[in-house]
């Protein structure tokens, strides 16, 4: 099991889709129209198991578990580096996950 894990706060879609998945409240509010608002939640994020396919990935920096850049599809998670995922995974600094994104229940 991985220990790549944490808390945050994302914007809940009418589809039930999850975007702008950020460690704040705040920052989920500052990247929203304020119609938006409302719709902010709490989620969990965790690696997804070999078993399980999700549209989420992000970016966990070496020797972190909680993973930034989350995206929900690979191309959107890929285009976050210039010189290409590949030059900065072999960089040592750190590796691309696919994520599972849940609603917490407050």
Known sequence: MSDVHAE????REESG???RVFGSRVQVAMSTFRRE??????????EAREDEQSPYWGWVESGS???TMIWPSKIQ????FPYGLKAAEEAGKGRQVNLVVEELQE
């Open 8 to 11: 945050m706060f994302a914007v």
């Open 17 to 19: 889709r999850f975007t």
């Open 37 to 46: 608002h409302q719709n902010i939640v709490k989620v969990i994020v965790r």
């Open 65 to 67: 578990t909680k993973p």
């Open 77 to 80: 998670s890929d285009m976050c």
